[in-house]
C-alpha cells in the first residue's frame, strides 16, 4: 500500500513534473439514491460518486521538497 501525503485542510498546492514524486487520485464512494447519505442499507439503490482528489507519494519525499505530479495523459 502506498503512503498518502497528509495535506493541511482542504487546499494544497503542487507543480507540474515529467519526473513526478507523486500521482493524482480521483477518490470516489458510494451515495444512496434520494437523499444522498452515505449509509447504505440491504436494499438501497446508490450511485458511485466523485468524493474529491488525493496526491499518493510514488516515492519517499523529503519535508523541504515540492510536491511534482504529471497532468499530461500517460
Do not use: Q, W
Not at 447504505?40 to 496526491?55: A, H, M, N, P, S
Not at 519535508?63 to 499530461?72: D, G, K, N, V
Amino acid at each position: 500500500m502506498k503512503p498518502e501525503l497528509p495535506t493541511t485542510g482542504s487546499k494544497t498546492t503542487a507543480a507540474h513534473s515529467c519526473a513526478p514524486n507523486c500521482s493524482l487520485e480521483v477518490v470516489t464512494g458510494l451515495r444512496r439514491e434520494g437523499d444522498g447519505s452515505s449509509v447504505l442499507r440491504k436494499g438501497d439503490r446508490y450511485d458511485r460518486v466523485e468524493l474529491g482528489l488525493r496526491f499518493r507519494a510514488l516515492r519517499p519525499i523529503a519535508a523541504s521538497e515540492e510536491i511534482t505530479f504529471c497532468y499530461l495523459p500517460d
